[in-house]
Structures are given as structure tokens and as C-alpha cells.
């Protein structure tokens, strides 16, 4: 049994003008003040003396690591990401940004926005571009019905309102 795993498939380009800011004050955050905090409290730990058995040394060590993973990631990604805040030019139609509300197969209301990869936050209803539900939706108008196979099986949902801009 190898550790290989196939790589990820590469996440669409997109993101919204708030979740673009919200990265970048992610990124601020991280490298500005939380690393400069977690260097201070690695050179005290160090300075105690043996550092293998010192658990604030060895835990700061890791903290230090994890920060600098997401700095990397985030240093790497906002540049590549391409801010979308324009309605498209049929706003009747499902395209990045829209917020939808969807009747399933029981009848049952669901919002959701359609954001980047980066976004995603399935409590508030943001599902990424890449997904199926998002990738079976785009395009589409109200009145629609389109079959989804989600991870639960295959969905029948009716498209009942497209919507752009702020929160409804």
C-alpha cells in the first residue's frame, strides 16, 4: 500500500469581492501579528533550555509550521484569484455570485449562494462553483427543473428564485 494520493483537481478561479477581502485580512492577520506573537513565544520556550522534552518549545514549533502552511497557501492563491462583483449580463439566469432558493424533491426551501472554492460555508448556504448542485444549476432559470446526483443520490430540484447582490 503506497502513500500516493492523486492530486486534487484544481479549484475554479473565482471569488466574490467580500471573500477576496476577507483573505486578504486572513493573510494580514496571520503574517503581521499572529507569526511575529508565535516567533516571541518560540525564542522564550527555546531559551528554557532542553528543548526536547519542553512542550510550550515543541507546540509552538507546530503552531509556527501551520501558520506558515496557510501563509504559503495564501501567498500562492490571491494572486491567481480573479474577483467577480458584476452582475452578468442575464441576471434571470444562475452564474457565479447568484443567491437561489431551490425546492427539493419533499418540498423543502433551500438558499444557497453560489461562491469560489475558497468561500465555501455550508451553514450559510454558500456552496462552491465546482460543486455539483452549483455545476447542475448554472444557467439555468427560475421555473427549472434539474435532476442532481449529490452524495445522498439523485435529487430532483425545482429553481424557484435567482437572485444578485447582498444577502436577501
Given amino acids: 500500500m503506497s ?21 486578504k ?8 501579528v499572529r507569526r511575529p506573537e508565535v516567533v516571541r513565544a518560540l525564542s522564550a520556550a527555546a531559551a528554557e ?10 507546540y509552538r514549533k507546530k503552531e509556527l509550521r501551520e501558520i506558515d502552511r496557510r501563509v504559503h497557501y495564501l501567498q500562492m492563491r490571491i494572486p491567481d484569484l480573479k474577483v467577480v462583483d458584476a452582475a452578468p449580463g442575464d441576471p434571470s439566469k444562475v452564474f457565479f455570485g447568484a443567491w437561489i432558493d431551490v425546492a427539493d424533491d419533499a418540498g423543502v426551501e433551500h438558499r444557497y449562494r453560489i ?10 448556504g454558500y456552496i462552491s462553483i465546482d460543486s455539483p448542485l452549483a455545476r447542475a444549476l448554472l444557467k439555468r432559470s427560475e421555473g427549472d427543473v ?14 424557484l428564485a435567482v437572485r444578485y447582490g447582498a444577502s436577501p
Fill in 3 to 23: 502513500r500516493y494520493r492523486e492530486p486534487q483537481p484544481k479549484s475554479s478561479p473565482y471569488i466574490t469581492a467580500e471573500g477576496a477581502a476577507r483573505l
Fill in 25 to 32: 485580512a486572513e493573510y494580514d492577520q496571520l503574517w503581521r
Fill in 49 to 58: 533550555g532542553d528543548r526536547s522534552e519542553n512542550a510550550e518549545y515543541i
Fill in 115 to 124: 461562491v469560489g472554492a475558497d468561500e465555501i460555508d455550508p451553514p450559510r
Fill in 146 to 159: 434539474v435532476k442532481v446526483a449529490l452524495p445522498g443520490g439523485e435529487s430532483e430540484l425545482e429553481l
